[in-house]
């Protein structure tokens, strides 16, 4: 607890408001057994204990040690990166594949990547919390439109005033699993020759293979 007089008794005010608004969030532990039903997590397949990916796991333990010692750009990109990316983009159809360490962190760096000063950003109201904060980071003007609303994608793209915009979207919404207008955002940004960025961060072939879609001039 933080005192009153403490500089910091302002968190304290914070952890009322978010306790107050069913906003505290409290972990919850779990142990080594396997559940008997699981609703919640990422593990759709249960391929986490699968006997071949452990048996895999361990044998690159092996090979390569508890850890990639640093980043990509400096002594952590290993043969093992390479080849899972190639393998990505074959099986995706592409010519590269970039693996992230989470789904949080690819839409970051693609949004950022893609966006900038000068970039208007047509957000859907119900995208992922990662596609949020990637809006925040790109200190591009972000434009929000109703859940699911290609009309007002469209309308937002034709007036706007920047040369450049992208259209973000989930593939799936998560919080009630409704399909995106894929084919209506791509058709308005075509109309603009725009980019469409579609997120799946846990389900990369449920609805189709393509995540991104350029559409040039």
Not at 38 to 59: F, K, M, T
Not at 60 to 76: C, E, F, K, Y
Not at 98 to 120: D, I, K, Q
Not at 131 to 149: E, M
């Amino acid at each position: 607890m933080v005192e009153a007089s403490s500089p910091l008794a302002w968190l304290g005010e914070v952890e009322r408001q978010r306790e107050a608004a069913g906003l505290r969030r409290r972990l919850r532990t779990r142990s080594a057994a396997e559940p008997e039903i699981d609703l919640a997590s990422n593990d759709y397949l249960g391929l986490s204990r699968h006997p071949r990916v452990i048996e895999a796991g361990v044998e690159a333990l092996r090979i390569w040690g508890a850890g990639s010692t640093g980043s990509r750009l400096v002594t952590g990109n290993t043969e093992l990166h390479e080849e899972l990316e190639q393998e990505l983009a074959t099986f995706m159809g592409a010519e590269s594949a970039l693996v992230f360490s989470s789904g949080y962190t690819a839409n970051l760096g693609a949004v950022v990547a893609l966006s900038g000063p000068g970039t208007l950003i047509v957000s859907d109201a119900r995208t992922h919390a990662s596609l949020i904060d990637a809006c925040r980071l790109s200190r591009a003007r972000v434009v929000v439109t109703p859940y699911r609303d290609t009309q007002a994608v469209a309308a937002a793209l034709a007036q706007r005033p920047e040369e450049r915009a992208l259209v973000l979207t989930d593939a799936v919404f998560s919080a009630d699993g409704a399909l995106a207008r894929w084919p209506n955002c791509t058709a308005c940004a075509a109309v603009t020759a725009q980019c469409c960025w579609s997120t799946r961060r846990t389900g990369l072939v449920c609805v189709g293979r393509v995540a991104a879609v350029w559409l040039p001039k």
